[in-house]
């Protein structure tokens, strides 16, 4: 098996940058996607192919990989971008794995 | 309008057994892969297990193996989760996820609560 790492926890103010990262060694080898979920509600994907934005996904959203560590990086984030989120991938395309989650802090 | 729909949640003591199901609609079921994701309270998500569109090839985490047997039924639009040898470790909400390439998450149900108590 292997695993995703991720940060517990990020905190920026509105407006500034947030960037949440995801390492592991799979993701030297495999794309990765993020999921944001907010309370209460089911995950929503924001990246895919570790920088693709599906079609509804603000332009201030956006993703980076580099070696086993890929970004996710919300420029200008809105309070209302205040989330769980999730990186996912696969070293087989058969099993999959998500990261322990990042609470993202827009205050 | 897509939609997934669970059920089949609730309340089981240790060593019990359940069947979850997922009823959907507003997409055509057989062209997608189907997927059940799990969250234990408070925690994070888990890949539980998938299945082809034809139901022919089946996967899943190595914890729930032999205990939980995911299924489908492409006549009536349906997935089912079918659990065994229940532990406290499966409390979770379950999420039945759908996509069209394998571990694709693209549209996902509101989730049904499975508790194991005694």
């Known amino acids: 098996s292997y695993e995703l790492t991720q940060p517990s926890s990020v905190s920026v103010s509105p407006g500034q940058t947030a960037r949440i990262t995801c390492s592991g060694d799979?993701?030297?080898?495999?794309?990765a996607r993020w999921f944001q979920q907010k309370p209460g509600q089911a995950p929503v994907l924001v990246i895919y192919r570790d920088s693709e934005r599906p079609s509804g996904i603000p332009g201030r959203f956006s993703g980076s990989s580099s070696g086993t560590t890929v970004t996710l990086t919300i420029s200008g984030a809105h309070v209302d971008d205040e989330a769980d989120y999730y990186c996912?991938?696969?070293?087989?395309?058969?099993?999959?794995?998500f990261g322990g989650g990042t609470k993202l802090t827009v205050l | 309008e897509v939609q997934l729909v669970e059920s089949g949640g609730g309340l089981v003591q240790p060593g019990g057994s359940l069947r979850l199901s997922c009823g959907t609609s507003g997409f055509t079921f057989s062209d997608y892969w189907m997927n059940w994701v799990r969250q234990a309270p408070g925690k994070g998500l888990e890949w539980v297990a998938s299945i082809n569109q034809d139901g022919t090839e089946k996967y899943w985490v190595d914890s729930v193996e032999g205990r939980l047997t995911i299924s489908r039924d492409n006549a009536k639009n349906s997935l089912n989760l079918q659990m065994i040898s229940l532990g406290v470790d499966d409390t979770a909400v379950y999420y039945c996820v759908s996509g069209l390439f394998s571990g694709w998450l693209q549209y996902w149900g509101q989730g049904v609560l499975v508790a194991v108590s005694s």
């Open positions: 799979v993701l030297a080898t495999k794309s």
């Open positions: 996912y991938s696969s070293a087989d395309n058969t099993h999959w794995v």
